[in-house]
């Protein structure tokens, strides 16, 4: 199925993206009660599932393709075709993926006005989790789970990722993530960073404290003692 049903699935709400940084465990995306997007290797995060998955790489197929398909069962999966379009199974939402070189080598713009109708650009996975809140209708987007230590690119909330390289392009990955976060604004949007102990600077996406948005505990109710007793 196409991404279409999605459109304004959220609007005007804020939504939280939820990334696979070595610091995830320091923002609990369990505390949170907003609809959710995570990615990648999530399922592996134990206690918590999100609303929505979103994936685009083929070696999380590979490798985890079938624990992805029965723990999200019953979720919707996002995921690039033709890049994975032989990806079948339940709830699987499917968006364009444009061939070749990858944001910024491919010399595009990032920003998309609909991308239901035009092959995603992008250097990674956070930036479609970007784009999917926007297209659901988010108000405000909040990011945690987004680390992105030098020379420390494949170490995740469940361990190093022994076959992924430590120097990731980074420097791309946060160059879109500025622009996005720039066209976000123009549009009344707010996107903030809330991950703790993160190496992408308030000047790329705004920070702000994650304690700030999570789920507000009732208090026990006090029952008044009477004095006709």
């Known amino acids: 199925m196409a991404i279409d049903k999605f459109r304004d699935a959220h609007k005007g709400k804020t939504i939280l993206l939820v990334g696979n940084g070595a610091n ?37 197929r590979r490798e985890f393709g079938a624990e992805i398909e029965k723990k999200f069962s019953d979720i919707p999966k996002f995921i690039p075709t033709p890049r994975l379009g032989s990806w079948l199974g339940r709830n699987f939402h499917y968006f364009k993926h444009r061939q070749g070189l990858l944001y ?28 999917l809140a926007y297209f659901m209708g ?14 420390e690119s494949n170490a995740h909330f469940w361990g190093d990722d022994s076959g992924m390289s430590v ?27 809330i991950s703790k102990e993160t190496y992408v600077e308030k000047d790329i996406i ?17 029952i008044k003692e009477s004095n006709n007793g």
């Open 104 to 131: 910024p080598k491919n010399g595009l713009s990032i920003w998309q006005d609909d991308i239901s109708k035009q092959p995603m650009i992008y250097g990674n996975v956070m930036h479609v989790a970007m784009k």
């Open 167 to 193: 120097d990731q392009p980074t420097k791309g990955w946060q160059q879109g993530y500025k622009v996005l976060c720039e066209e976000f604004a123009k549009r009344g949007i707010e996107m903030l960073n």
């Open 206 to 222: 705004p920070t702000d404290s994650w304690k700030k948005y999570t789920k507000k505990e009732r208090k026990p109710r006090r």
């Open 138 to 151: 988010a108000k405000k987007i909040l990011i945690i789970g987004m680390e992105h230590k030098p020379h």
């Open 24 to 60: 995830l465990h320091l923002t609990p995306p369990e505390k949170f009660n907003l609809p959710s997007i995570g990615m990648n290797t999530i399922h592996l995060y134990d206690g918590w599932m999100p609303d929505y998955y979103v994936t685009v790489d083929r070696r999380v």
